[in-house]
């Protein structure tokens, strides 16, 4: 059964970048029918899709959020990253990182989440 | 963006009851439909797949039916362990999106 682990900053200031990287074990980022997420949830609300990434390293990023996040694959590490510039308040959320089974994909196997607070 | 449509927003059932939850997308997403469960401070876990399919270890008083636009999940005879909330989600494109949940409490 793969496992995912979230580890980053769990506080950020206004304006500053997030950095948050997904450690993959049990199963590998370069190979089989799988897309890699990040999804978020605001304390309270509802889920949103971030972003993926491909085992080859394409991606794909939610408009809402796309001039600011940056997915990254680092198959030497098996891990994959997640970079958001200009964070603000509206970005304070639960950040999880999602496998996504292939052809459309499933989120099967999910991290436990990491809490990313926007504060000064 | 495909909106995903939940109702109702909140429920109170017994234990032993039947409900049914039902979502909407804004188009047709044929049956790339997927429904989670989300218990307090734990991430989602996958329930059923493709509108229909339930996923491995996923009791059977879960299912799911629809295609198209609009879809359900029904959960027969309620265990205390089923009281969490609930989202749908559309995998037929990106950005993918999903509804904004029935939270399923105790009556």
């Known amino acids: 059964q793969v496992r995912l682990q979230e580890s980053g900053p769990g506080l950020v200031k206004p304006s500053q970048t997030l950095s948050l990287t997904c450690s993959v074990s049990?199963?590998?980022?370069?190979?089989?029918?799988?897309?890699w997420n990040w999804i978020r949830q605001p304390a309270g609300q509802g889920l949103e899709w971030i972003g993926r990434?491909?085992?080859?390293?394409?991606?794909n990023y939610n408009p809402s959020l796309k001039s600011r996040v940056t997915i990254s694959l680092d198959t030497s590490k098996n891990q994959f990253s997640l970079k958001v510039n200009s964070m603000t308040a509206a970005d304070t959320a639960v950040y999880y990182c999602v496998r996504g089974l292939l052809p459309n994909p499933t989120f099967d196997s999910w991290g436990q989440g990491t809490l990313v607070i926007v504060s000064s | 963006d495909i909106q995903m449509t939940q109702s109702p927003s909140s429920l109170s059932a017994s234990v032993g009851d039947r409900v049914i939850i039902t979502c909407r997308a804004s188009q047709s997403i044929t049956t790339y439909l997927n429904w989670y469960q989300q218990k307090l401070g734990q991430a989602p876990k996958l329930l059923i797949h493709?509108?229909?399919t339930l996923q491995s270890g996923v009791p059977s008083r879960f299912s799911g039916s629809g295609s198209g636009t609009d879809f359900t999940l029904t959960i027969t005879s309620l265990q205390p362990d089923d009281f969490a909330t609930y989202y749908c989600?559309?995998?037929?494109?990106?950005?993918?999106?999903f509804g904004h949940g029935t939270k399923l409490e105790i009556k």
């Open positions: 989600q559309q995998s037929y494109n990106t950005p993918y999106t």
């Open positions: 493709a509108a229909s």
């Open positions: 049990r199963g590998s980022v370069s190979s089989g029918d799988y897309y």
């Open positions: 990434i491909s085992t080859t390293g394409d991606t």
